[in-house]
């Protein structure tokens, strides 16, 4: 499908101390191994048959047990019913796609639980009264087909919309299927456009052009499992006769279109990733040519706004005697790069101290930009003016609020965001076409006044400031029963969003809930990300426990009631919280973890990450990787929490296997655990809010048994295959 480099990144990737007590000194870190491990050591090589029929009994006994103790918690019932109720609500807001005069809106309610698409006019949108009009039923089509289809969004062709690549998943994977759409009539196009289940990267080129990426046979997909050919097809013909315009190679990460179709002209972009943060962009001439971009590899497109390629430096980049700031956006005039001519450059716009740019959407005449300023949001309205100057117009959308581009029109300047903060509802807002207003708002689902949200800092390892927010009830005395949230990887930054409803259920009864800004995150830019990369990566670790410690020490809360939770990569960062640092926390949750980092790149995308983590081949790599590898650096006689991990067999990013050899180990050792691997869902780990209201509440009453009851449940023990009791 159809996606800039920073789209796809964003893919890949919580008896009580006293108030005064001190956190626990951190230990020493964990040696390297002396030799990398060989395949052939690892005795649990097996779980990674993703659906084996040895693997999937394992699953199967290892949910039942652990799905017994947890649904048999007080309360789990009455949080799911809640959760559900939420999630499903009806006064949810409608979440818009502008399309010429009209808008589209993906909806899931208690009604339609796979979710319908549907469109209205963008008038009766902004009106508050949207007139929609179903266009695909996907609980239908799963009946009618016999299949657990699961929405993975529509490419459409502009400016009419009127033909569209829709993408449906078969249980939430990554890997779809591509069917052509006709929202005329509301139907799938006989004898359209199709492609069969892939990870497929294409665009439309006119209405009867694709440019597409798929797998097209052995050896034409790179070690990543992405695209790296890419092809021209003409409607009518068989896709084996389509015309090869690009070829990457194997160890590239991926091969993707970007089509820019505006009043301005068509731009065909190509990109070939080299790695997850590095790609070669290319602008294609109308006979399917290759024009190369002056920009440097390293550089992250975002989109083509006014005839113009626009770009961020995650670095200082020289051009033409001009050095343009790394954080910095950036501008050239595509048509006379494809008429052979030098690129001029201009800058667009520079952030500042503690600035970084974190979203960017083109209207009709004016480019917006969400900056973070603090982890906070602010709107920027850019025109481009004389001379290639911009200038730059604070729309004041917001304080202390974060902020989401939604949608941007292509007739207007119209611009749709969503604001929101931990316990303000979020609104979305209309501004750009007139004055500024609110169109539609969430909402409140609990008294905000009862609660604070405070920004705090802690120092790192290396003297590094690290914000982090807390919070919590107005007058609660600590310590507090507390909830963590941390990522720290791949430039994604943690925002302020109105808490989720297991996070509100444990704000209502009491605790604390937090959310860590680590290094490797967007937060602050490139500068933050790249500090905890591959050498750098135990940063982001001594991050976490930077912010654990500091929570401690001002009486926040204490170990026994420190609740960690993390996902994807966040899944990594807990499992080392694990392994280095487990006397930090009374409770850790892993979700749809990375965790035997000697064989990540060997296992579904894992190969597309090594730019973030290092190649576990190269033995210098090893080295440092090793030194912080969860399923490698677990150990007999530690005074390990009770994890919680969860995965899903669907998913086809991070494969399941992580969290099922991290679970067998420690069974191995000795250690009880709670394990749940849903059989659909994909990288999401749920495939749709039915589960997700599930997952929820198992989360809830899981930091209940742990932080709130003393002692803590025991997890159940598996001896031979069944479960027997355990006391920790």
């Known amino acids: 499908m159809k996606m800039h480099l920073s789209t796809i990144a964003m893919m890949l990737l919580a008896a009580p101390l006293s108030a005064q007590a001190q956190a626990p000194a951190a230990p020493a870190a964990p040696a390297a191994p002396a030799a990398a491990p060989q395949a052939a050591d690892d005795p649990y090589l097996w779980l990674e048959e993703v659906e084996g029929r040895k693997p999937l009994d394992w699953v199967k006994a290892r949910n039942d047990v652990s799905l017994r103790v947890l649904e048999s918690q007080p309360r789990f019932a009455d949080y799911r019913a809640r959760a559900e109720a939420i999630l499903s ?91 052509e759409f006709d929202t005329a009539t509301g139907r799938f196009v006989e004898d359209g456009f199709r492609l069969p289940e892939a990870k497929v990267r294409l665009d439309w080129l006119d209405k009867d052009t694709l440019i597409v990426g798929t797998d097209y046979g052995p050896g034409t ?82 989109t083509v706004f006014a005839g113009k390629a626009i770009a961020l430096l995650r670095t200082d980049w020289a051009y033409n005697g001009v050095t343009y700031r790394q954080g910095s956006l950036v501008a050239y005039a595509i048509d006379p790069v494809l008429a052979g001519q030098p ?57 202390d609020m974060a902020l989401e581009l ?51 800092f802690a120092t790192s390892k290396d003297g590094t400031r690290v914000p982090y927010t807390v919070v919590k009830p107005r007058d609660a005395k600590g310590p507090l029963p507390t909830w963590m949230f941390a990522y720290g990887g791949f430039e994604v930054p943690l925002v302020p969003s109105y808490v989720a409803p297991e996070y509100q259920f444990w704000l209502e009864e009491g605790g604390a809930y937090v959310v860590a800004n680590l290094r490797g995150g967007g937060e602050y830019g490139p500068t933050w990300h790249q500090a905890a990369l591959l050498e750098n990566r135990q940063r982001a670790y001594e991050d976490l426990f930077a912010v654990s410690e500091d929570l401690v020490k001002r009486g926040i809360t204490t170990p ?72 490698q650096n677990l150990k007999p006689g530690q005074k390990y929490p009770q994890i919680f991990y969860y995965t899903s067999t669907k998913d086809d990013r991070v494969h399941p ?66 479960a027997v009791g355990a006391a920790r």
């Open 89 to 179: 609500d009806k006064r949810r807001i409608p979440t818009p796609a502008i399309q010429g005069d009209h808008v589209v809106n993906f909806w899931q309610d208690d009604t339609h639980v796979r979710g319908i698409w549907r469109k209205a006019t963008l008038a009766s949108y902004l009106s508050g009264q949207p007139e929609w009009q179903i266009l695909l039923d996907m609980d239908q089509l799963a009946k009618s087909e016999g299949r657990n289809w699961v929405w993975k969004g529509a490419t459409c062709l502009k400016p009419d919309y009127a033909r569209c690549l829709v993408a449906i998943s078969n249980g939430g994977k990554d890997a779809v299927e591509i069917r």
């Open 343 to 399: 690129a001029v450059i201009e800058q667009v716009f520079a952030p500042g101290e503690g600035q970084a740019i974190s979203e960017i959407a083109g209207a009709k005449d004016t480019l917006y930009l969400n900056i973070l300023d603090n982890v906070r949001g602010r709107l920027l309205a850019l025109k481009p003016g004389s001379n290639g100057s911009w200038q730059a117009t604070d729309l004041n959308a917001g304080k």
């Open 406 to 456: 939604v949608s941007a029109g292509s007739k207007s300047d119209l611009i749709l965001f969503k604001r929101e903060g931990y316990t303000t509802p979020s609104e979305l807002v209309a501004a750009g076409d007139g004055p500024m207003r609110v169109a539609y708002s969430l909402p409140a689902r609990f008294d905000a006044s009862r609660f604070t949200v405070e920004q705090l």
């Open 657 to 722: 296997g992580h969290a099922r050899k991290m679970a067998a180990k420690l069974e191995e050792l000795g250690y009880p655990y709670f394990y749940y691997e849903n059989m659909d869902g994909g990288h999401a780990g749920v495939a749709n809010l039915k589960e997700t209201a599930y997952r929820a509440a198992l989360m809830l009453v899981y930091m209940n048994s742990q932080l709130r009851t003393d002692p803590p449940v025991a997890a159940p023990r598996m001896t031979g295959g069944a």
């Open 221 to 302: 997909l790179t070690n990543s499992g992405y695209p790296r050919i890419l092809k021209l097809w003409k409607r009518g013909t068989p896709l084996a006769e389509a015309r090869t315009i690009f070829e990457g190679t194997v160890e590239d990460v991926w091969a993707a279109p970007d089509v820019y179709i505006s009043e301005t002209g068509t731009y065909p972009v190509i990109m070939r990733g080299v790695t997850f943060f590095t790609a070669e962009l290319h602008h294609m001439r109308p006979d399917g040519t290759l024009v190369p971009s002056p920009l440097p590899i390293d550089a992250d497109f975002k």
């Open 560 to 631: 026994r009631q420190f609740g960690l939770y993390g996902r994807s990569n966040g899944g990594l960062l807990t499992s080392v919280a694990l392994t280095q640092r487990p006397e930090l926390f009374g409770a850790i949750i892993s979700g749809v973890p990375l965790a035997d980092m000697k064989r990540y790149h060997l296992l579904l995308a894992g190969a597309s990450w090594m730019a973030e983590y290092g190649n576990p081949d190269d033995p210098a790599q090893w080295a440092f990787i090793s030194k912080y590898s969860p399923y």
